[in-house]
Every structure is written in structure tokens, then in C-alpha cells.
């Protein structure tokens, strides 16, 4: 297998077609992928379809955008620096977005299928909530479990009598991704991951994708990792293009390195709950600028300092916490 390829943040997030399936790694408002949001949003993508565990400010942004034409996870928001995601609402309310409403582990579970090859897992959990009620099957509703996307099941699940106790189950079908995009402290030039602190679903959405970007803090000699091999995540065998950006993950935090810009977060929120909102905000901090670098060059070394961690902590004893 030809060894992951260095390049630019441009050209690997230029190798993302219309119309794929996306999925990103991390959780909520930590370790997300933002330089690769702002630049699908920069290269103007449209009709991606997202599957995730749980969305956060960054599919927020992308559906803001104009980039997404399918949602589908179990939940999008901002924690504590803004609740929910108010573009997907907005999308959706008028219509302008199709989305399929999940619970947590019936996602998880899809990608999980995804990652060990298999085409479902099954699981007694939420059996009884409202998101398997058939009214709710909106991919199905609006025509599209035909069988001609492969990545749109014809069923959105099936119950399943299983022969060894007669119970009732529940079957989700396997999601399997183009496309895996995951922010991490380090990578080897051969593409050995190594993620410090919660790992999340990473692993399950790394494996069930076709392909995987990989944006790092830092490149590193593989030799450094390989000292350590129980403190690596997954071998490269599995990652295609490898970019090297610090503060690549901000607005969200990144364990070890830096915090989440809460006030940022928090502003994006209460600046995007218009379209209108959203387009100027969108010019000032994507369009208005030329790349990340610009971007963090607008937001200044001072900001950035402020939200760096205490290495021997893992977090910053400086921030104030407990309040918005």
C-alpha cells in the first residue's frame, strides 16, 4: 500500500468532491477539524452529505454555508457556548435541508458496523423512541431509499426476531463514509496517529471511511512514535493525506495543546442565527481572508496565548472557568 501522501491543507481538502459523504472525528467542541471546515466552505462545496455521531460548531458552519444537502447524526450544538445549532434549525424549519434524526448509539452503532465491515449491527437500545417511527424516516419519505445512493440504505433500520431467546431487535445499517477528516496532536510522515487524551468515536469513523485526511500539530519522525506504540491510535495503512497545521482545531479545543475559544464559539452563535447573520460573519472570517494562516493572523498571537494549555496539566491554570 503506497504510503500517505504530505500536502497542503488546500489540495487535500480539494480532493472532496461534491456529493460525498462526510464524516470528522473528535466530539462536540473538541479536536474538530476547523481549518478543513473553513476551506470546504472557502472551495464553496455543495450537496455534501454528513453522517456523524454528534455534530457541533463545525457541520453548524458547513450547513450554514450552503455546503450540505443530507444531515444526518443525533444531535448539533455548541455545549455550553451556545446550545444548539442554529443554521441546521434554520435549514431545516424552511425546508432547505433533508436530515435523519438519530439516537447517539444507533449512529454510533452504523459506523461502528461500518468500521468492521459488516452491513448492520444490532442493539435493543431506543427501541422505543419516536426517531423509528416511519413518519420520521425523512430519506425515505423524500424518495431516496431506491438503492441508487450506496450510501442511503432502502431500509433506515429493520426489527429482527433473533432465534436464540425470541427477542425483538433492532438492525442499523453500516455507514460507510468517502471521506474520514480528523484533527490530532501528531502524525508520522508515514501516517502513525497519535491522539492524547479522549479518543471518542475516532477510531470506529477512521476505519468505516474510504478515505482518511489527517491534519496534525505536528509531523514527526515515525521513529519518535514507534518508542511508544500503546500511545498510537492507528497505523497509517488507513490515512491517505496527511497536513501539517498547528491550530488547526480552533475555535474547538485540542487536549494538551489549547482550549476551546468558548467567546468565539459564543459569537459565532449569537452572530449566525440569520442567514444574513451568517453571510457576513462567514465574509469577515472565511472569505475575508486568504487562508488559515491569514485567519490566524487575525485573530492575533495574544488570543492565541491565552488559550494555550500547561503541558505537565494538559489544560490552561489560567482561564477562568464556570461561567459563559
Known sequence: ??????????????????????????????????????????????????????????????????????????????????????N?????????????DWAHI????????????????????????????PE??????????DGSNPHIGKLKYAMYQEPFTNSEIVLVPAANPDWCITHVQMVGAEGTVRVDGLKFSDQEVIKASKHNIIIAEQVVPEEYLRREPTRNMIGGYLVDYIVEQPWGAHPTGLYGV?????????????????Q?????????????????????????VT???????????GYSSTMKRGSR
Open 1 to 86: 500500500m503506497a504510503r500517505p501522501k504530505i500536502v497542503s491543507l488546500t489540495e487535500a481538502v480539494g480532493q472532496i468532491n461534491d456529493g460525498d459523504m462526510l464524516t470528522f472525528g473528535g466530539f462536540t467542541v473538541w479536536r474538530r477539524p476547523m481549518a478543513a471546515i473553513y476551506e470546504l466552505i472557502r472551495q464553496k462545496k455543495r450537496n455534501l452529505h454528513l453522517v456523524e455521531v454528534n455534530g457541533g460548531t463545525h457541520d453548524d458552519m458547513l450547513v450554514g454555508a450552503g455546503c450540505v444537502g443530507i444531515w444526518e447524526s443525533s444531535w448539533c450544538g455548541h455545549e455550553l457556548y451556545g446550545k444548539f445549532g442554529s
Open 88 to 100: 441546521l434549525a434554520r435549514k431545516i424549519e424552511k425546508g432547505e435541508i433533508l436530515y435523519e
Open 106 to 133: 444507533h449512529i454510533l452503532n452504523r459506523l461502528t458496523a461500518g468500521s468492521k465491515g459488516l452491513p448492520f449491527l444490532p442493539t435493543y437500545s431506543a427501541m422505543g423512541c419516536d426517531m423509528l417511527n
Open 136 to 145: 420520521n424516516d425523512n430519506l425515505g419519505k423524500a424518495g431516496l431509499r
Open 258 to 274: 489549547h482550549e476551546p475559544d468558548g467567546e468565539f464559539i459564543s459569537n459565532f452563535f449569537k452572530a449566525t442565527r440569520t
Open 276 to 300: 444574513e447573520g451568517f453571510d457576513q460573519w462567514a465574509e469577515e472570517w472565511i472569505f475575508g481572508v486568504k487562508d488559515f494562516q491569514e485567519y490566524l493572523s487575525k485573530l492575533g
Open 303 to 313: 488570543r492565541l496565548e491565552s488559550l494555550k494549555a500547561n503541558p505537565a496539566l
